[in-house]
């Protein structure tokens, strides 16, 4: 049996706080994968609960059906399994209303852009799906292709200016430096090129906030599944596991209606800069040089690698000496104390976070995650022995056996394997040292 609108929940499940069946669909979230499930998606369930009305959320998928095969005979529910050395516990979202499959109905996609009742239009695509080429600048072939969030953005803006509907707030929710200014700059190319009439338009009527999002979330196992379907009674083939804490820092700076997040815990501020730049360079930073050392040591898990005694001392220098002193943080932001908690984070033995699973896309995350910090201390006749170890750790991952998921993989593995061309990338003065960013 599978999870459905007419499975009755066991006590110890949390059920939505509202009716679902009056909720009109408010948001379109491009990208819809376990972390916005896990992320997003449940700061609009707690908003609805809190009274919010018609924050529903059609999600879409670019290219795999397999989040629409998970959620749709599920009339678009699925439970968020919350654990931690305390415990866990398991709620039913009620947010998502169906999912798209871009590549299958694009015009159900571009309809739904378009329609009256949508406000927001939310991604998570990771840094990739915004097809940056090395400069930053859009890469246009891609962004003409089928699968392109551009494609869609761009039909669905010219239609409802056609139909005289306000323009959209587009929430990049990505791990990008400044990621709404990102988004709104690539758009306007896009739109310069294939829409020039709706620049004018775009630059009036929609919105592109930045924003800060963290909250770990691992990919769901099998057993995972078993284990929430002994408590649920039905399988739910779209579940979700996560950790307990969760933080989304939003700019306040909307182009129209917008559901209130901050009464469910979101922040809307002025500037993001300060918390983005703490969790690129902190959280991401450490995460990923987990990934490479820790596999490189022979670990699995992120609690695993944090707890060898030869790499917990790395992960701390890199957040609290090389990343922490080149950020400029706001009133209040105490990043010791951030750093605190990222270590215990780390450590919950209860999630299963696999290092394989951060070490993907390395091409495309370690820009924004190591370089920075890397430009700021060479600038000041500094070094910084961990990201360098980390480093070295990236290019033993590409020299190894393991499976390398990234868009460059090819190009990867045969610059690793040529000497010089690393000492050339990585040494000291070198390409990375400079900015150097991957072509894409």
Not at 283 to 300: E, Q, R
């Amino acid at each position: 049996m599978r999870l459905s609108a007419e499975t009755p929940l066991p006590a110890s499940v949390q059920a939505p706080g509202y009716d679902r069946a009056s909720q009109a669909a408010g948001i379109a979230h491009i990208g819809i994968g376990a972390f916005h499930r896990a992320h997003q998606a449940v700061y609009t369930d707690d908003a609805m609960g809190a009274g919010e009305r018609d924050w529903g959320i059609v999600g879409v998928s670019l290219r795999s059906p397999g989040v629409a095969a998970q959620l749709n005979p599920q009339d678009g529910l699925y439970t968020v399994s919350t654990r931690s050395a305390a415990g866990t516990g398991l709620r039913l979202i009620g947010a998502v209303q169906k999912v798209l499959v871009a590549a299958d109905e694009p015009q159900a996609v571009i309809d739904a852009i378009a329609a009256s009742p949508t406000h927001i239009v939310s991604f998570t695509v990771t840094e990739k799906g915004y097809l940056r080429r090395s400069d930053g600048t859009l890469d246009l072939d891609a962004a003409k292709g089928p699968s392109s969030l551009y494609r869609f953005i761009g039909a669905g803006l010219s239609a409802r200016k056609a139909k005289g509907l306000p323009g959209l707030t587009l929430l990049s929710c990505d791990n990008l430096a400044n990621n709404g200014a990102v988004l709104k700059a690539l758009m306007r190319q896009y739109l310069a090129v294939e829409y020039p009439v709706l620049v004018d338009w775009f630059d009036r009527e929609c919105r592109c906030p930045a924003t800060m999002v963290d909250r770990i979330v691992p990919a769901t196992t099998n057993a995972d599944r078993a284990a929430i379907e002994a408590e649920l009674g039905v399988r739910d083939e779209g579940a979700v596991v996560t950790e307990g804490f969760s933080q989304w820092v939003i700019e306040d700076d909307f182009a129209g209606p917008r559901p209130r997040w901050e009464k469910v815990g979101a922040q809307l501020v002025a500037d993001v800069a300060p918390y983005e730049t703490a969790k690129l360079r902190m959280l991401n930073g450490a995460h990923s040089a987990l990934a490479y050392i820790g596999l490189g040591a022979g670990h699995d898990y992120v609690y695993q690698a944090i707890a060898d005694p030869a790499i917990r001392p790395l992960i701390e220098r890199l957040m609290r000496d090389e990343a922490a002193p080149t950020i400029d943080a706001a009133p209040g932001q105490d990043l010791a104390a951030y750093a605190d908690a990222l270590m215990d984070r780390f450590a919950n033995p209860a999630l299963d976070h696999r290092l394989i699973q951060i070490a993907m896309d390395g091409s495309q995350k370690i820009p924004q995650r190591w370089l920075e910090t890397l430009a700021w201390h060479q600038a000041r006749g500094a070094r910084c022995s961990s990201l360098e170890a980390a480093i070295a750790a990236w290019i033993a991952f590409l020299r190894s056996d393991h499976p390398i998921d990234d868009p460059l993989a090819d190009k990867l593995r045969a610059v690793a394997a040529a000497t010089d061309a690393m000492q050339m990338l990585f040494g000291e003065g070198g390409l990375i040292a400079s900015g150097w960013r991957p072509e894409i």
